[in-house]
């Protein structure tokens, strides 16, 4: 197949022999018989952008409910820094550092964006919205709240409710809320579902922003934004990893190609990538 040009996602995209921040061994989740994560071995170097990619049904989304313990592992274990993180419960995970993105349910819609920020920011410290706190602490999480709200283009929005906001900006404010707890590993979940491809380039560049000191783990169909961004990249089919690697590689595996659309790889990530 004929390989679509590489721009380097990142400077730390060369192999490292690091160990790894995030890394699950033999991971697997059976749904009453039907294995639906099979013997899962995956190795999240620090610094990296770390795709998830695979057909629909794939267990894309499994993966990401077992390393948050929204789901039990059936087997198999996943470790952070070194540490079995396996049977932990979900917020303890969360307060680690391991966060993943909240869904745009989660974003209150009839509070204003700002709000949603202040919010967020306030979980890490395990306290509620207190609208009485000392105007001190108040201003400070105001100030940090405008900051990250500037650094994913939504400044100008902080003011308004969110409900109307558009989706892509909805989005945008999904990852300030991410960002507010500050996570160590952030996990993304498709972050370009559903958006035109201004929105598409929007968030490319918010996640290359967010991810600036940070691990970033995403579940990404887009192939343009997967060969933009990610470092590395493992194609999940039918519960296995079929093949590890950064894009060149993985987009040239034959096995790839046939089990992941592979006229799919090849063409639209080719077309895709041309436009970039
Ligand atoms: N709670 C559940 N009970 C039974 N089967 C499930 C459950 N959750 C997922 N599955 C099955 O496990 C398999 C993997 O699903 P999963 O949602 O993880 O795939 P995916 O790669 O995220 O797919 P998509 O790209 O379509 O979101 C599918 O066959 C799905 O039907």
Not at 71 to 83: D, F, M, N, Q
Not at 162 to 172: D, E, Q, S, V
Request: with cysteine.
């Amino acid at each position: 197949m004929p390989s679509p040009p590489i721009q380097g996602p990142r400077a730390s995209g060369g192999a490292s022999t690091t160990a790894p921040i995030l890394e699950t061994r033999g991971l697997s989740k059976d749904f009453r018989g039907f294995t639906a994560v099979d013997d899962v071995n995956l190795q999240i170097q620090e610094g990296h952008i770390h795709a998830l990619i695979g057909p629909n049904g794939a267990g894309k989304t499994t993966v990401f409910n077992l390393l948050t313990r929204f789901l039990p592992a059936t087997r198999g274990e996943i470790l952070y820094r070194g540490k079995s993180i396996t049977r932990m419960r979900s917020h303890e995970i969360a307060r680690l550092g391991l966060v993943r993105s909240f869904q745009i349910s989660a974003v209150f819609g009839q509070m204003t964006v700002l709000e949603n920020v202040l919010v967020a920011l306030q979980r890490p410290l395990g306290t509620s919205f207190h609208f009485w706190k000392p105007k001190s602490s108040l201003d400070s999480l105001n100030e940090r709240a405008l900051q990250l709200l500037e650094q994913v283009g939504l400044r100008e929005d902080a003011h308004r409710v969110t409900a109307g906001l558009p989706y892509g900006r909805k989005r945008a404010l999904e990852l300030a809320t991410t960002l507010a707890l500050e996570p160590t590993v952030m996990l993304l979940d498709e972050p370009t579902q559903g958006m035109g491809a201004e929105d598409v380039d929007r968030v490319v560049e918010l996640i290359r922003v967010a991810a600036q000191g940070r691990t970033v783990l995403m579940v990404e169909h887009n192939l343009s934004v997967v060969s933009r961004l990610c470092d590395r990249i493992s194609v999940l089919a039918r519960g296995r990893v079929l093949a590890e690697g950064d894009y060149a590689s993985v987009s040239a595996n034959a096995e790839v190609r046939e089990a992941y659309l592979g006229s799919e790889v090849s063409e639209s990530a080719t077309a895709q990538h041309e436009e970039v």
